[in-house]
């Protein structure tokens, strides 16, 4: 079953003439994680919120299970959990006091909403918050108050911008969890909007690609990176004072102090290794297959906006593309 269908959606703001999206079409199906992947400003967020019918398109038209989004948000409140990038609606209250209401707003009873509040406490680690009016708390238990808020009651569809936000590793890796086990224990369908992309690709069944507005690529991620299945992945280590020299010119991504990447072709694989085993001022070398992240970085770089067709899409179990 097909949840969300966006039908060549356009959303240009007010005094502004560059769309903010430009004519995307996209189908989300029932039970599937779909990652939304862009640069700063590429639309994603703006996407979303018309996902959530908290934002009208200039044109176009959003049908969620079948039906079109009408103008008013207070269509889908409990069909909807939305994340924003920022915020929690109820600063005045504490965090056990906002999950209990959101669940009992959303339809739960009284003793269901005081059992879900408890469970969320527990399952994102807000014990020490319980008590604490949420406009008081660190960035990092705000973020997860907002997502315990967002899924509370088990809304079967999920908006999720930057759940990971101002989060630690152990905690990133907690959300990845409940997002995974949401959806393999309760068939929630979520949209996650994400610059992580590496910890993305790991839970993420489909995946859209953002770019100055347009969706640029939709798919499967591992079909998307056979795109790349004739390149590797090389990162290299340097004294940080020494760039890398490369044959044929090529031009390594520095990521980090002294480290630097680039995807190379499989046949040149063996000219690459003999240049580097030759040269004493390489520290290390690692040769890997791409990733997900190379898949974008590449789309984000080279692809030509007026002829970028996208892959076929499809949803959850079936075996094209996208």
């Given at each position: 079953?097909?949840?969300?269908?966006?039908?060549?959606?356009?959303?240009i703001?007010?005094?502004?003439?560059?769309?903010?999206?430009?004519?995307?079409s996209?189908?989300?199906?029932?039970?599937?994680?779909?990652?939304?992947?862009?640069?700063?400003?590429?639309?994603?967020?703006?996407?979303v919120?018309?996902?959530?019918?908290?934002?009208?398109?200039?044109?176009?038209?959003?049908?969620?299970?079948?039906q079109?989004?009408?103008?008013?948000?207070?269509?889908?409140?409990?069909?909807?959990?939305?994340?924003?990038?920022?915020?929690?609606?109820?600063?005045?209250?504490?965090?056990?006091?906002?999950?209990?209401?959101?669940?009992?707003?959303?339809?739960m009873?009284?003793?269901?909403?005081?059992?879900?509040?408890?469970?969320?406490?527990?399952?994102?680690?807000?014990?020490?918050?319980?008590?604490?009016?949420?406009?008081r708390?660190?960035?990092?238990?705000?973020?997860?108050?907002?997502?315990?808020?967002?899924?509370?009651?088990?809304?079967?569809?999920?908006?999720?911008?930057?759940?990971?936000?101002?989060?630690?590793?152990?905690?990133?890796?907690?959300?990845?969890?409940?997002?995974?086990?949401?959806?393999?224990?309760?068939?929630?369908?979520?949209?996650?909007?994400?610059?992580?992309?590496?910890?993305?690709?790991?839970?993420?069944?489909?995946?859209?690609?953002?770019?100055?507005?347009?969706?640029?690529?939709?798919?499967r991620?591992?079909?998307?990176?056979?795109?790349?299945?004739?390149?590797?992945?090389?990162?290299?280590?340097?004294?940080?004072?020494?760039?890398?020299?490369?044959?044929?010119?090529?031009?390594p991504?520095?990521?980090?102090?002294?480290?630097?990447?680039v995807?190379?072709?499989?046949?040149?694989?063996?000219?690459?290794?003999?240049?580097?085993?030759?040269?004493p001022?390489?520290?290390?070398?690692?040769?890997?297959?791409?990733?997900?992240?190379?898949?974008?970085?590449?789309?984000?770089?080279?692809?030509?906006?007026?002829?970028s067709?996208?892959?076929?899409?499809?949803?959850?179990?079936?075996?094209?593309?996208?």
């Amino acid at each position: 079953m097909t949840v969300y269908d966006v039908i060549d959606l356009t959303k240009i703001y007010p005094k502004q003439t560059v769309p903010a999206n430009d004519h995307i079409s996209l189908s989300v199906e029932a039970g599937e994680i779909f990652g939304l992947l862009g640069d700063n400003g590429a639309g994603k967020t703006t996407l979303v919120k018309q996902m959530a019918n908290l934002l009208a398109p200039t044109s176009g038209t959003i049908r969620l299970f079948g039906q079109p989004l009408n103008a008013s948000p207070l269509y889908t409140p409990g069909q909807i959990g939305y994340m924003p990038q920022d915020g929690l609606a109820l600063n005045n209250l504490t965090v056990g006091e906002t999950l209990y209401f959101t669940a009992h707003l959303r339809g739960m009873s009284r003793p269901d909403a005081r059992a879900e509040r408890d469970r969320l406490i527990d399952l994102l680690d807000l014990g020490a918050a319980r008590d604490r009016h949420t406009a008081r708390i660190s960035g990092g238990q705000r973020r997860l108050a907002l997502l315990a808020t967002t899924i509370a009651a088990s809304p079967p569809v999920l908006l999720l911008d930057e759940p990971t936000n101002d989060l630690d590793p152990q905690h990133r890796r907690r959300v990845w969890d409940v997002v995974r086990d949401l959806n393999r224990e309760r068939d929630i369908t979520t949209i996650l909007v994400t610059h992580n992309v590496i910890e993305a690709e790991k839970v993420i069944q489909r995946v859209g690609i953002m770019r100055a507005g347009k969706l640029i690529a939709v798919g499967r991620p591992g079909a998307l990176k056979a795109e790349l299945n004739q390149q590797l992945r090389l990162e290299i280590v340097f004294p940080p004072d020494q760039p890398p020299t490369l044959p044929d010119g090529a031009q390594p991504r520095e990521i980090g102090p002294g480290r630097w990447q680039v995807l190379i072709d499989r046949d040149a694989a063996p000219l690459y290794l003999h240049v580097l085993n030759q040269n004493p001022a390489v520290e290390d070398y690692l040769l890997s297959t791409a990733t997900l992240e190379d898949l974008y970085l590449s789309l984000a770089e080279s692809t030509t906006l007026t002829d970028s067709p996208l892959p076929p899409q499809g949803g959850k179990g079936s075996a094209d593309r996208g």
